[in-house]
């Protein structure tokens, strides 16, 4: 290598990168790939064109990380070889890499081509990038045709008439392919080649190979077929739909994997909307009803999920009668299904069902499914039901609504077993921001009043730790007058794990109700625990004091919590003498 760089200086970075891209250790390669742009640029355009690039096509024999960075690498590649006049010659190692074993490398490649294609002139698409196509979807190997089939919609467009029909012939052979992946391959990207082709070409020759690949013999075409079949709907007419998609679509809805009705139900939305109302009404509404009551759950958790959006597109005129006939009575079946995730994706939507039907279906047919779904023993459930109530209170308004739902809220909030009681905690700041601040003091406060008071422990944490979001939600004048009196009483309290859990509440309260409030109000409070006769509690108080100290001022840590700690310090017990030197620190500090 001294050799070279003595003969010819120029001749070293590209040296350099042949020697590390033959080096045995895989991460000096790979570092070398992604080095490539800067070795470009010292060589300088014409070389990049004449040696890098030959190199490179010479030397894809490596390892999947290796190529994976090249052929990334490549597609940014433009400006160093001498801008788009010159972008045709990195088609040739990246043809190379669209060819090999390994999927990631070859949607890469793929990708890095596709950004390449705008690049070229039309006369350099035609001559080079087109017959680089032909190559890739004639080539021995499955791989190669894999990748054509993501390459012949990005040159279409800009092609002449001749070649326009060469391509359709290549895209025609690809989706008749003997492979099953390349078949996959043509499915996936028949959505996006039928927005470049001409309507007429793919009423005539485009249609018969998506009915093929719509009943292929192999449920991954088939499912790709379906989101190809969205797209096609889009462009065509309602009498075309009809025709040509209408068939296809019917026994995709009935396939028998279960895989491809799946994915029926997840683009039902979309495929409603590319329809029409007319077709609609006429043949998806029925369609609609038996993907929910399909035997696979997975199937009826995704048509659940889509059920409000489904009946949101309905024609005006007839939703609500639809609704009420069609799609209700699927969902009350729902409602109490044995599998929790459909009934989790049904209670995501249910509530979005009110605005549609209106408040005395809401009242009469809904408000029984809600509360249901309150009391499932799923948490999920619960938590979407809750998640959603204001979609409802527009609709009936918030006093029907405690009135029917409130009762089961309190129900689950006093049941006998704890994680019962436990996951309405965890959703109580959530049901405050929905219900808002006059119906939480109203209905709920005492309510949350008692779970800090609970004899299980994990239910006055839960409560504890939510206090910050309620006052997040509500603001400081509220925590002033409704739950800090609720917490500086239980100080008082002749249990002390209440008397503890007052701590407790302060240090999560100080953080969310800033100095004034702390200092004045609840500071007193803490100090007055420091002579309790109970060790735990005092070892928390020098624990509480520690963490409050950053939101009491100087004055008050000087003259009131410094004495305090300083006493606690004298303590018998060796917990409470620890704790407080631990916080005298912290005092110091932030003095």
Request: net charge negative; hydrophobic share 45%; glycine share 4%.
């Amino acid at each position: 290598m001294t050799d070279v760089a003595g003969s010819d200086e120029s001749l070293f970075p590209i040296a350099v990168l042949i020697d590390e891209l033959r080096h045995e250790d895989v991460q000096l390669r790979l570092n070398s790939i992604k080095k490539l742009s800067t070795i470009a640029l010292a060589l300088g355009a014409e070389r990049t064109r004449t040696e890098l690039m030959s190199f490179l096509t010479e030397t894809i024999y490596d390892e999947d990380e290796v190529l994976l960075a090249l052929a990334e690498q490549l597609g940014q590649f433009t400006p160093l070889v001498g801008g788009p006049e010159f972008v045709h010659c990195l088609l040739k190692p990246l043809e190379s890499l669209a060819t090999v074993e390994e999927t990631v490398v070859r949607d890469k490649a793929v990708e890095s081509l596709r950004l390449l294609a705008p690049e070229h002139s039309t006369a350099d698409l035609e001559q080079y990038f087109f017959q680089m196509v032909k190559r890739l979807s004639q080539g021995d190997w499955f791989t190669s045709r894999t990748s054509a089939c993501g390459l012949i919609s990005v040159c279409y467009q800009r092609v002449n008439n001749s070649i326009k029909m060469e391509l359709r012939s290549l895209f025609r052979n690809l989706c008749s392919d003997d492979t099953p992946m390349v078949r996959r391959a043509a499915a996936a990207k028949f959505g996006e080649f039928v927005k470049v082709v001409e309507i007429d070409h793919v009423k005539n020759e485009l249609i018969p190979l998506f009915n093929n690949l719509a009943g292929d013999e192999q449920d991954s075409v088939r499912l790709l077929a379906v989101e190809a079949c969205v797209v096609i709907a889009s462009l065509f007419r309602h009498e075309d739909i009809e025709r040509y998609l209408m068939p296809s679509i019917k026994h995709a809805i009935d396939d028998k994997s279960w895989r491809v009705r799946y994915v029926v139900a997840d683009k039902f939305v979309e495929l409603q909307q590319a329809v029409g109302p007319e077709i609609t009404k006429n043949e998806l509404v029925g369609a609609f009803g038996s993907l929910l009551k399909d035997s696979e759950a997975e199937v009826r958790a995704a048509a659940a999920g889509k059920i409000k959006d489904f009946c949101h597109n309905l024609p005006a005129e007839s939703r609500e009668q639809t609704i009420m006939t069609h799609v209700l009575p699927y969902v009350k079946d729902l409602v109490n299904d044995s599998n929790q995730h459909v009934k989790s994706a049904l209670a995501s939507v249910i509530m979005g069902l009110s605005p549609v039907v209106g408040k005395e279906n809401t009242i009469e047919h809904l408000l029984p499914l809600f509360l249901t779904q309150l009391k499932d023993e799923c948490p999920d459930v619960r938590l979407n039901i809750i998640s959603n109530l204001d979609c409802v209170n527009e609709v009936i308004g918030v006093k029907t609504l405690s009135q029917s739902l409130l009762p089961a809220i309190v129900e689950l909030a006093e049941d006998s077993k704890w994680r019962v009681r436990l996951a309405i905690i965890e959703y109580m700041p959530l049901l405050a921001g929905q219900l808002g601040v006059e119906f939480f003091d109203e209905k709920l406060n005492n309510l949350y009043a008692n779970w800090l008071l609970d004899h299980v422990y994990a239910i006055r944490e839960a409560a504890t730790n939510n206090l910050k979001k309620l006052v997040e939600k509500f603001g400081h004048e509220w925590a002033q007058n409704t739950i800090i009196p609720k917490v500086l009483n239980m100080a008082r309290d002749q249990n002390y794990l209440i008397r503890m859990t007052c701590l407790f509440c302060i240090n999560v309260l100080a953080q969310s109700c800033g100095p004034e409030l702390t200092q004045k109000v609840m500071l007193p409070t803490v100090l007055g625990l420091a002579s309790d006769p109970v060790a735990n509690v005092r070892f928390n108080v020098a624990k509480t004091l520690q963490k409050i100290c950053p939101v009491v001022g100087s004055g008050a840590l000087q003259n009131q919590v410094k004495p305090c700690l300083e006493k606690l310090n004298q303590d018998s017990d060796a917990d409470v003498k620890f704790f407080s030197i631990e916080a005298l620190e912290k005092v110091i500090q932030a003095m």
